[in-house]
């Protein structure tokens, strides 16, 4: 392809996106093809001559579009949201381009650099404290492909830590602290690093959130054992119910334990934190007193195109001390001099995207103000659907509503004082009849969970286009749904 085939191509693609985006709303939410239907469509060898681009461009719309889940479908609300926008569409464009690994300064300033301020705006637009920033020249901030990165970062670079303040420490003693909530990623960095990792129990009447005494008495615990907690993933809007761990409590418990890195893992709620009014909510004020690195995706409610999570620590040296593997054809004379950032020391690849500049895309076009606006519209969708839940006579919230997040259940009411209640084993196959009845539908998404052994499901709020309208709908179809579900169970 040469400049002028790809300026055509590119003009259709951008004008096949914007049919897509004009159609979306009247397409199903889900694909229903079935397991391995591309290979009916795709040859299994590549071809040994190059194709007509058009054919190529053709068959992405016949092909690969009825095999994708629309999840900037106004109906999505699965799992969290990967709310995109075209700013962040054209960056991504414009990144590809040019194609610059910016692993250093030296081998693209430009996307250090930028990745540096940017990081520091969307400090300033969370109320993160300026500690965080990299303009202080001791904390910092780089931009990571996701949260489990970011976790398994902040692990290394703990147990890093740990191991130079504790000498002869052993690999086996050592334990990372989640709960019972907290995200894969805990899981996940425990058996990449193989070391041992601890969930600590959480209650339904603390709304599924770490208290300190449960973390105290875990310590207490391991300490009897010679074991040596040495990170604590504390988490601010779980992944199930949207819980915040109880960091205010867990600050008077690690206050006699130093040792403890506090990793806060908010790769969803994070981009609450825009608005003053959910920052007490969030434990803002003890996220900047406490967390020795802070995380959150802008690519699930931060309007920024997947992959966009950020990682921010309190003290960058203990990231490039547990990273930095430096071979000579990587030296630059600005690296050795230390006048620069060089990010490659800040994650585990070398190679890195240029992704700040979608995150400067964004924050310029929509302002403060405008990503302000979009957190406070999804809140207030969900309360829409909270309220819909708290007045069904059929739906109940399982716990209150967190921000953008629902989790409710089918718990029919008794008709009369009466009639038995129905028991957990009978409400959770109920639900899982309901769910079943639900998935099977293409034209709304969502997904269920366990909470402590019930069975609910979650209505996560943030696609770009959900409109009270959509809302409105999906309440009418899931009380219809609650309808034919009690309808089949009482047969
Ligand atoms: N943490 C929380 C609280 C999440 O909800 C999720 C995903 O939904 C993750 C982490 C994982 O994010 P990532 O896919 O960026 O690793």
């Known amino acids: 392809m040469d400049v002028e085939q790809f300026r055509k191509a590119g003009y259709q693609a951008i004008d096949r996106i914007c049919d897509y985006y004009y159609s979306l709303q009247n397409r199903p939410v889900t694909s229903n093809v079935e397991p391995g239907y591309l290979r009916q469509h795709i040859p299994s060898t590549p071809p040994e001559k190059?194709?007509?681009?058009?054919?190529?461009?053709?068959?992405y719309q016949k092909f690969?579009?009825?095999?994708?889940?629309?999840?900037?479908?106004?109906?999505?609300?699965?799992?969290?949201?990967?709310?995109?926008?075209?700013?962040?569409?054209?960056a991504d464009l414009y990144a590809s381009s040019t194609?610059?690994?910016?692993?250093?300064?030296?081998?693209?300033?430009?996307?250090?650099?930028?990745?540096?301020?940017?990081?520091?705006?969307?400090?300033?637009?969370l109320g993160l404290s300026p500690d965080f920033m990299n303009?202080?020249?001791?904390?910092?901030?780089?931009?990571?492909?996701?949260?489990?990165?970011?976790?398994?970062?902040?692990?290394?670079?703990?147990?890093?830590?740990?191991?130079?303040?504790?000498?002869?420490?052993?690999?086996?003693?050592l334990v990372i602290y989640t709960t019972t909530q907290t995200h894969s990623l805990g899981l996940k960095a425990g058996l990449v690093l193989g070391l041992t990792v601890r969930a600590l129990d959480v209650k339904a009447e603390?709304?599924?959130?770490?208290?300190?005494?449960?973390?105290?008495?875990?310590?207490?615990?391991?300490?009897?054992?010679?074991?040596?907690?040495f990170i604590l993933i504390a988490t601010v809007g779980t992944t199930s119910s949207g819980a915040i761990d109880n960091l205010p409590e867990i600050q008077q418990i690690v206050r006699n334990h130093p040792s403890l890195w506090i990793h806060v893992d908010a790769a969803w709620a994070?981009?609450?934190?825009?608005?003053?009014?959910?920052?007490?909510?969030?434990?803002?004020?003890?996220?900047?007193?406490?967390?020795?690195?802070?995380?959150?995706?802008?690519?699930?409610?931060?309007?920024v195109n997947?992959?966009?999570?950020?990682?921010?620590?309190r003290d960058r040296k203990h990231l490039t001390e547990a990273l930095d593997v430096t071979p000579p054809f990587l030296r630059t004379t600005h690296g050795d001099a230390g006048?620069?950032?060089?990010?490659?020391?800040?994650?585990?690849?070398?190679?890195?995207?240029?992704?700040?500049?979608?995150?400067?895309?964004?924050l310029r076009s929509f302002g403060a103000e405008g990503f302000r606006r979009y957190i406070r519209k999804t809140i207030s969708l969900n309360q829409q659907f909270a309220d819909f839940i708290a007045e069904s006579d059929l739906l109940s919230l399982v716990t209150p509503p967190s921000l953008a997040l629902s989790v409710f259940r089918l718990e029919p009411k008794p008709k009369s004082p009466d009639k038995p209640l129905l028991s957990l084993e009978s409400l959770n196959n109920l639900n899982k009849l309901f769910y079943g009845r639900i998935s099977a539908r293409n034209d709304i998404l969502l997904t269920q969970t366990v909470l402590n052994g019930v069975h609910c499901i979650r209505f996560a709020v943030g696609a770009a286009r959900t409109e009270a309208s959509h809302i409105k709908q999906a309440c009418e179809l899931l009380h219809k749904e609650a309808e034919l579900t009690l309808e089949a169970w009482e047969h």
């Open 339 to 362: 006048t620069v950032i060089d990010y490659r020391n800040w994650h585990l690849a070398l190679g890195r995207r240029f992704r700040s500049l979608k995150l400067w895309f964004v």
């Open 270 to 303: 994070g981009s609450a934190l825009s608005c003053p009014e959910y920052r007490e909510r969030c434990h803002l004020s003890t996220i900047n007193e406490l967390a020795h690195s802070f995380c959150t995706n802008f690519h699930k409610w931060g309007l």
């Open 135 to 173: 303009s202080s020249g001791v904390g910092g901030g780089a931009i990571q492909n996701t949260a489990s990165d970011s976790a398994l970062i902040a692990v290394v670079a703990a147990r890093a830590l740990y191991q130079r303040d504790h000498p002869g420490v052993k690999m086996e003693d």
């Open 206 to 229: 603390d709304r599924f959130a770490l208290r300190g005494e449960t973390l105290r008495l875990a310590w207490q615990e391991d300490e009897e054992r010679g074991k040596k907690p």
């Open 99 to 125: 194609c610059n690994p910016g692993f250093n300064w030296t081998s693209s300033p430009a996307c250090t650099e930028l990745e540096a301020i940017t990081m520091d705006w969307a400090c300033q637009l």
């Open 50 to 59: 190059g194709e007509d681009f058009q054919v190529i461009a053709d068959d």
């Open 306 to 313: 997947f992959d966009l999570s950020t990682l921010w620590v």
């Open 64 to 90: 690969i579009v009825p095999g994708l889940t629309h999840w900037q479908h106004p109906s999505f609300f699965a799992y969290y949201p990967t709310a995109c926008t075209f700013e962040g569409m054209i």
